[in-house]
């Protein structure tokens, strides 16, 4: 059975290095694939525009899927597929979400970004690199670099993860942090979207291929999520 704690950090964690809220220029891409590894595990994404989202982790026997505005997860049982209404899930979870440390170690405020005027290849995309001095969670003044990159599959790509983000926040009662806000001025305003950031994660492939409308199909009916208790 997958763990619906990861998944929800996941998420969250890739909507904090990668917030696109604002439509800052017209963007040709409609639907795509990209693998990246986060923090040495491989992760699928898929998508159609912005309203649907699909994520799949070697770690996990399942999948997260964004549909308009609901999210799920799918697990294999005995093979059979389940369904969970994850965003009722989350819902009821509350500021539980935020107690289990997703922002702990996030970007919290960002001081300065500046661009190296230097370049680099990540996925077949050459993309700027910045180094970004921010103060995380926990209050101390940390420095990164990150490549962002004003290809059309990566911003389409960025605003599909920013949506999915956003709903999972919305459905906990949270807001975003300052950070993020600072994230969206400085960067995705500009047309950016984002191919690394530090060693945290890194896209290794990029796939302007629309995946078929079925993967974003639900396999059956969705549940009601089991008490959390039950996936320790």
Same mark, same amino acid.
């Given at each position: 059975m997958m763990q619906p704690y990861k998944l929800v950090t996941l998420v969250l964690t890739l909507g904090l290095l990668a917030v696109s809220l604002a439509p800052a220029q017209a963007i040709t891409a409609k639907g795509g694939s990209a693998v990246m590894m986060d923090d040495g595990e491989q992760?699928? %994404?898929?998508?159609l525009g912005? +309203?649907?989202l699909r994520i799949t982790s070697d770690a996990d026997e399942g999948y997260m899927l964004m549909r308009g505005d609901k999210l799920y997860a799918v697990a294999q049982q005995g093979g059979q597929a389940m369904v969970f209404d994850l965003t009722a899930a989350v819902a009821s979870m509350g500021g539980m979400v935020e107690s289990q440390g997703v922002w702990d170690e996030e970007i919290q405020d960002i001081l300065e970004l500046t661009n190296t005027g230097q370049s680099e290849m990540v996925a077949g995309i050459r993309g700027e690199i910045f180094t970004m001095t921010y103060i +995380?969670?926990?209050g101390h003044k940390q420095t990164s670099n990150m490549v962002l990159s004003k290809d059309d599959s990566i911003v389409a790509l960025t605003r599909a993860m920013n949506a999915m983000t956003k709903l999972m926040i919305t459905a906990s009662g949270g807001q975003l942090p300052p950070g993020v806000i600072k994230m969206e001025e400085?960067? %995705?305003?500009?047309?950016y979207g984002v191919l690394r950031q530090g060693d945290d994660f890194v896209f290794t492939e990029i796939s302007t291929t629309e995946p078929p409308a079925s993967s974003f199909e %639900? $396999?059956?009916? $969705?549940?009601k999520l089991p008490s959390m208790g039950q996936f320790n």
């Open positions: 992760v699928k %994404l898929e998508y912005t +309203d649907r +995380d969670g926990r400085r960067i %995705l305003s500009q047309g %639900l $396999p059956a009916k $969705p549940m």
